[in-house]
């Protein structure tokens, strides 16, 4: 879903082709390597964008020694389409950094809405973090297990909670 939203807001600015987008995710910081882009599955996302009728093929560039480009552009279906795929990304996200492409493109998207579906995660990850708290396992086991997995996830809960509510609040004041 990562890959057809980058696609989408891209051509909200331009129509592109996608040899020149995936340079652009490669520059300045290898992202296609990173999360595993190959030139394939960006050419898969544009045939299926295209297939659902949220891009079309606008024109071909035909250059003498190289292969032809063919340039899409964004329909009118698809832009409406890119808020509410942006808005499912949010919400089925559970950690930040799968919401990057979501944040980059906020723009297109309502922020209370996005705050919404924040809050109610960080509601939902405090409901089970303290359903768990309250549990009390037989005494019997290694002690030492059990106290360094509370630790781990104690600690980890607790960073997640933040940075979810560090996150609400930059959306909210507008510093992302």
């Given at each position: 879903?990562?890959i057809?939203?980058?696609?989408l ?15 652009q ?7 296609d390597?990173?999360?595993?882009l ?10 299926s964008?295209?297939?659902q ?15 032809d ?50 809050e ?22 290694n ?6 997995l509370g ?13 979810f ?8 004041t507008k510093?992302?």
């Amino acid at each position: 879903m990562s890959i057809q939203i980058f696609i989408l807001s891209k051509l909200m600015e331009d129509n592109n082709y996608p040899y020149k987008l995936k340079k652009q995710l490669s520059e300045p910081i290898p992202l296609d390597r990173l999360g595993g882009l190959t030139e394939s599955k960006l050419y898969y996302h544009f045939e299926s964008l295209a297939k659902q009728g949220l891009v079309e093929p606008v024109e071909v560039i035909k250059e003498e020694h190289r292969p032809d480009k063919q340039v899409f552009a964004i329909t009118a279906k698809g832009r409406e389409e890119l808020p509410k795929k942006i808005y499912k990304l949010f919400e089925n996200a559970d950690e930040i950094k799968e919401m990057i492409v979501g944040l980059a493109n906020i723009k297109y998207v309502d922020r209370e809405k996005v705050v919404d579906i924040l809050e109610k995660k960080v509601h939902s990850i405090k409901a089970i973090w303290e359903e768990l708290g309250n549990f009390e396992p037989e005494p019997k086991g290694n002690e030492n297990i059990r106290e360094f997995l509370g630790g781990y996830f104690s600690t980890r809960t607790d960073h997640t909670i933040y940075w979810f509510e560090e996150l609400i609040r930059r959306i909210k004041t507008k510093e992302l």
